[in-house]
């Protein structure tokens, strides 16, 4: 150990596929000698981290906030024991990730840190659409959000006025309310008729997409989505009529 202290990568694994993976994150995890490693990573990735000391810390909601204490001390122990320490988060760490309070143990306990991005769901789920999030015309605005506040069960709502003004918005955890989402969305604002899709599983071989608009979405009209999943609001996200762009191209 160089110094008093380990070293320790706040890494972004990317949305689901391995193959989504930057190749500097593949790179720290050949190296490193422990990976702390968050519940949704896929175990092709975690693999590839051969010999190092593998510690899943995947946590469910509800009980979040002591387990996020815990994995924070875990990570400063790892760090005061080993050279190279990587913690491993879905998607992009500095999205809905709680890196805030890691890098606050981290600097807490003097240990010095990197941070190495993701493929975030948001973005992953606009690959499986073949929708750009922006549009010329369309789009010039791109909310990430979340109804959930992470204080425990009160809610804030700051997020209703982030997808209400944004011509995009994309919802993450927030699936088990979908309906309740949209009933708040459409009460401050959002037009009725706004299309939304729901992307199950961006990047994985059984992906899903479940569309309809927001006002169907608060009658319930979706009964069932699979985990995780994002909400994806906006017009952008309107099914294109395939013919009818054929005709528009003077096909
Ligand atoms: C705790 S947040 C972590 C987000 C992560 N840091 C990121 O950048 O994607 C977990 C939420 O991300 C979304 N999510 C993660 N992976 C996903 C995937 N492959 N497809 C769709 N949504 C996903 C879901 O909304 C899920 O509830």
Same mark, same amino acid.
């Given at each position: ?5 380990? *070293? ?13 993976? *930057?190749?500097?994150? #593949? ?21 590839? #981290?051969?010999?190092? &000391? ?8 509800? &009980? ?19 050279? &190279? ?12 990730? &709680? ?19 993701? /493929?975030? %769901?948001?973005? !992953? ?5 073949? *929708?750009?999030?922006? @549009?010329?015309?369309?789009? $010039?605005?791109? !909310?990430?959000?979340?109804?959930? @506040? ?9 997020? /209703? ?16 309310? %979908?309906? $309740? ?25 059984? @992906? ?18 699979? *985990? ?24």
């Amino acid at each position: 150990v160089n110094g008093l202290h380990g *070293t320790v990568w706040l890494v972004g694994a990317g949305p689901g596929a391995p193959d989504l993976l *930057t190749l500097r994150a #593949a790179r720290l995890l050949q190296e490193a000698d422990v990976v702390l490693y968050d519940a949704l990573v896929h175990p092709e990735i975690v693999a590839l #981290a051969g010999n190092a &000391r593998k510690i899943s810390v995947g946590k469910r909601s509800g &009980r979040i906030s002591t387990e996020q204490r815990f994995i924070d001390r875990a990570l400063v122990e790892a760090a005061r024991h080993h050279a &190279r320490v990587v913690r491993l988060k879905g998607g992009d760490p500095m999205l809905f990730g &709680r890196a805030q309070e890691e890098i606050d143990a981290l600097e807490a306990a003097g240990i010095e840190y990197h941070v190495v991005p993701g /493929v975030t %769901a948001a973005l !992953a789920a606009a690959a499986e659409l073949r *929708t750009p999030l922006t @549009s010329r015309g369309l789009s $010039r605005s791109v !909310a990430f959000a979340t109804a959930r @506040s992470g204080r425990g069960t009160g809610e804030d709502d700051g997020w /209703v006025d982030a997808i209400v003004g944004a011509d995009t918005g994309i919802l993450y955890m927030g699936v088990e309310h %979908a309906a $309740r989402i949209a009933v708040s969305l459409i009460a401050a604002g959002k037009a009725a008729l706004t299309p939304v899709a729901i992307v199950e599983r961006a990047s994985h071989p059984d @992906s899903r997409t479940l569309r309809c608009t927001l006002a169907g979405l608060a009658r319930g009209e979706i009964a069932e989505i699979a *985990t995780p999943a994002v909400l994806c609001i906006g017009e952008v996200f309107a099914k294109r009529d395939a013919e009818a762009l054929q005709i528009a191209a003077g096909l």
